[in-house]
């Protein structure tokens, strides 16, 4: 880790803790008060997000002009594709679903992002939100053995994005970093991506709180 990367990270991440907190659905599940037929939503959602992702990071990997930035992205992509795998074992894609808007903003939003954001601001915005992400995923995994019944298998999704990933981590203060020595980071740009990162995350979950995982 290097000191004006990690600093700004961290700060951008103090900016969006308060909000953290205003994730509806994980304490409905960490509770076992969720019906079990959000899992089943959150899978089908989430074959759709996983590959707009997968793309997403690939397309922002051949953008990156810097090693540990292309590195990162491509890191990404490919825990997108690992974590694709997973899902089968907790419910198959159905094949009539239709997408709830507020879930796919999110990817519609990296997907702009792949497009338009520059590479070192973007990463800014993902990492700030990485901690939150992980504290649901792991909330959840915890809760379905718990609550639920859910075997290992079914679990091994929100297993996946719980588990803490110091080489990313690593990688992207390295890349932030060579960019900022470069004046190639613009610390508005990277705040305003990390607040809506968090506001189409939110909504992802929120939306499925509301709904109760209906089809």
């Known amino acids: 880790m290097t000191g004006s990367a990690r600093e700004l990270i961290d700060a951008v991440q103090a900016e969006l803790a308060p909000h953290d907190d205003d994730n509806r659905l994980v304490p409905m599940v960490e509770a076992g008060e969720a019906p079990r037929e959000v899992f089943s939503a959150i899978a089908a959602e989430e074959y759709r997000i996983v590959r707009s992702d997968w793309r997403g990071f690939l397309h922002l990997a051949s953008r990156a002009q810097e ?4 590195e990162f992205f491509a890191t990404l992509a490919s825990g997108e594709g690992l974590a694709l795998g997973k899902l089968p074992a907790l419910a198959e894609e ?48 915890a809760a379905m053995r718990e609550h639920y019944g859910f075997d290992d298998e079914a679990c091994a999704f929100f297993d996946f994005f719980g588990a803490p990933s110091p080489e990313l981590e690593d990688l992207a203060a390295k890349a932030v970093q060579a960019a900022l020595d470069v004046g190639q980071v613009s610390e508005k740009d990277a705040r305003i991506h990390a607040r809506l990162f968090q506001a189409y995350e939110l909504d992802f979950w929120n939306t499925l709180a509301d709904d109760g995982g209906r089809d």
């Open 94 to 141: 159905p094949p009539d679903f239709e997408p709830r808007a507020g879930c796919q903003a999110y990817p519609a939003f990296v997907a702009w992002l792949a497009l338009n954001g520059e590479p070192a601001d973007v990463i800014v915005a993902i990492v700030a939100n990485f901690a939150a992400f992980g504290r649901y995923c792991a909330a959840i995994a």
């Open 67 to 70: 090693q540990n930035a292309r």
